[in-house]
């Protein structure tokens, strides 16, 4: 199993102790590893049998098309809700709605750009300057990144962001420090 990206590792410590995480578009569940190690409580959704299947060894992962049918999350928060290579447009307010007061999106996925070194080339699947940040309105963002990465080449586009608790005031989990792989 491939190991878990580095923005999520970097950005896992804003995610409450023992919190409840979502892994979109999970694959073989490195994301649900991650967290399911570190004592969350964790959720993965993703359209291939095989890997439901494989994501199901860390916690609860459920099979739904989430582009063809419904949102299979709806009514209900996460703690955290993670992203990762995977991009369809009309999701977007679903997965962020999916964050909990005092919760956690981390997204990364590819970006303008990318279709001048590989696959994905198709504009469908590639964030546009500023779309993820778009997404976010109502978060509070906490890292941004836009740009090439070189192992593997590769344009992306990262933030981590959260939502606040209702008070206006940072939750004081954002103080502490960063996870070690």
Same mark, same amino acid.
């Given at each position: 199993?491939?190991?878990? =990206?580095?923005?999520?590792?970097?950005?896992?410590? +804003?995610?409450?102790?023992?919190?409840?995480?979502?892994?979109?578009?999970?694959?073989?569940?490195?994301?649900?590893?991650?967290?399911?190690?570190?004592?969350?409580?964790?959720?993965?959704?993703?359209?291939?049998?095989?890997?439901?299947? =494989?994501?199901?060894?860390?916690?609860?992962?459920?099979?739904?098309?989430?582009?063809?049918?419904?949102?299979?999350?709806?009514?209900?928060?996460?703690?955290?809700?993670?992203?990762?290579?995977? +991009?369809?447009?009309? *999701?977007?307010?679903?997965?962020?709605?999916?964050?909990?007061?005092?919760?956690?999106?981390?997204?990364?996925?590819?970006?303008?750009?990318?279709?001048?070194?590989?696959?994905?080339? *198709?504009?469908?699947?590639?964030?546009?300057?500023?779309?993820?940040?778009?997404?976010?309105?109502?978060?509070?963002?906490?890292?941004?990144?836009?740009?090439?990465? =070189?192992?593997?080449?590769?344009?992306?586009? *990262?933030?981590?962001?959260?939502?606040?608790?209702? =008070?206006?005031?940072?939750? *004081?989990? +954002?103080?502490?420090?960063?996870?070690?792989?």
């Amino acid at each position: 199993m491939s190991q878990p =990206s580095a923005w999520i590792v970097r950005w896992s410590h +804003l995610v409450p102790a023992g919190g409840r995480v979502l892994d979109v578009a999970c694959g073989a569940g490195r994301h649900l590893r991650w967290f399911a190690d570190r004592g969350h409580a964790v959720t993965g959704v993703d359209r291939a049998p095989d890997a439901v299947a =494989s994501a199901a060894r860390w916690g609860r992962a459920l099979q739904a098309d989430i582009e063809a049918g419904p949102w299979p999350f709806a009514g209900e928060n996460f703690d955290v809700v993670v992203v990762t290579n995977y +991009l369809w447009r009309p *999701r977007l307010p679903d997965i962020v709605a999916a964050v909990a007061p005092g919760g956690v999106l981390l997204y990364e996925t590819f970006a303008a750009g990318n279709e001048t070194i590989g696959k994905p080339s *198709r504009p469908d699947f590639l964030l546009q300057p500023g779309e993820l940040i778009a997404a976010c309105a109502g978060l509070r963002v906490v890292a941004y990144e836009h740009g090439y990465e =070189s192992t593997p080449p590769r344009f992306v586009q *990262r933030i981590a962001a959260v939502r606040l608790d209702g =008070s206006g005031i940072p939750l *004081r989990h +954002l103080l502490g420090e960063p996870a070690r792989p």
